[in-house]
């Protein structure tokens, strides 16, 4: 999906990069990172779908409230961390499930 979003390149202010909602994703595994522990790091599992790995910027003020399912809405990204490339969810905004 990631190889086919990248046909829609260049984005930015006239042509946005596409935008996801998935509902009711279970929380696998969650902390914070970066300075000051500003950032939420998630692991987000939906049903039959293998957990992916997730960051939320500046959304490090969840961690102690986040409920065990929740909804979000991202960008799909590839983390490239030491040679690995990762498929990762940019979230941009999280609430517990409806």
Same mark, same amino acid.
């Given at each position: @999906?990631?190889?086919?979003? /990248?046909?829609?390149?260049?984005?930015?202010?006239?042509?946005?990069?596409?935008? &996801? @909602?998935?509902?009711?994703?279970?929380?696998?595994?969650?902390?914070?990172?970066? +300075?000051?522990?500003?950032?939420?790091?998630?692991?987000? +599992? +939906?049903?039959?779908? /293998?957990?992916?790995? +997730?960051?939320? &910027?500046?959304?490090?003020?969840?961690?102690?409230?986040?409920?065990?399912?929740?909804?979000?809405?991202?960008?799909?990204?590839?983390?490239?961390?030491?040679?690995?490339?990762?498929?990762?969810?940019?979230?941009?905004?999280?609430?517990? /499930?409806?």
């Amino acid at each position: @999906l990631v190889q086919e979003l /990248a046909i829609l390149e260049p984005t930015g202010h006239h042509n946005p990069k596409p935008i &996801f @909602l998935t509902r009711n994703v279970n929380v696998v595994d969650k902390r914070t990172v970066g +300075a000051k522990d500003a950032h939420l790091k998630l692991k987000l +599992a +939906a049903d039959r779908v /293998a957990p992916i790995d +997730a960051i939320g &910027f500046r959304l490090g003020r969840w961690l102690i409230d986040l409920p065990d399912c929740v909804d979000v809405v991202y960008e799909l990204d590839v983390n490239v961390w030491q040679g690995r490339r990762n498929l990762q969810m940019n979230i941009l905004d999280i609430r517990p /499930a409806t």
